[in-house]
């Protein structure tokens, strides 16, 4: 069974989060819901999740993605919590998967494990850079790196996790069963 870490900052993007959890979960992938700070956070929305733990908590021996979440607030304290960055940092080193979604490549280009080509929500990459920026495709993959738009796109984000780590098949049955032929 495959494991992913999503790490919540308050401030985070609410959809993105739990689009994240609910569709890897649904893909029978081992999702462990961390908080940075607390194990309550709230989200840009006001919206509460309680976490399954605190981040600094985890065993990353054994877990094969790192994913976050996007929202400018949540993605401020990814970018500049130490242990997180060398967290991002040990998984590129060590070739596991990397994801992020919306505003949280910018933590990635922080960690400075962001590779050449990328997406991210429009204007963030002005705070990135221009050279590899993409806004034409939902989710960009490049190498182990996996980025993507925004709340809209986060069923696609997190089918193509499910892909990586799970296969086509299973791929292709959350495709069909949550009606995402959008992806």
């Given amino acids: 069974m495959s494991k992913i870490v999503v790490p919540l900052a308050s401030g985070f993007e609410e959809i993105e989060a739990v689009s994240i959890i609910d569709v890897c979960r649904r893909a029978g992938i081992e999702v462990n819901v961390a908080g940075i700070e607390t194990i309550d956070v709230v989200g840009a929305n006001q919206i509460r999740i309680k976490c399954d733990c605190l981040f600094s908590d985890i065993n990353f021996d054994n ?84 980025t993507s738009r925004g709340p809209a796109t986060a069923i696609c984000f997190s089918l193509e996790i499910v892909k990586l780590l799970e296969g086509k098949e299973m791929y292709e049955t959350l495709k069909g069963g949550l009606l995402a032929d959008f992806c």
């Fill in 63 to 146: 877990v094969d993605m790192i994913v976050l979440p996007g929202g400018w607030g949540g993605t401020n304290v990814l970018a500049s919590n130490v242990f997180v960055q060398n967290k991002l940092k040990e998984f590129k080193k060590d070739n596991k998967y990397i994801g992020a979604i919306c505003a949280a490549p910018f933590a990635l280009h922080r960690a400075g494990v962001l590779n050449e080509n990328y997406t991210c929500y429009p204007s963030v990459e002005d705070q990135i850079r221009q050279n590899g920026y993409t806004d034409n495709k939902k989710v960009v993959i490049d190498g182990k790196v996996l």
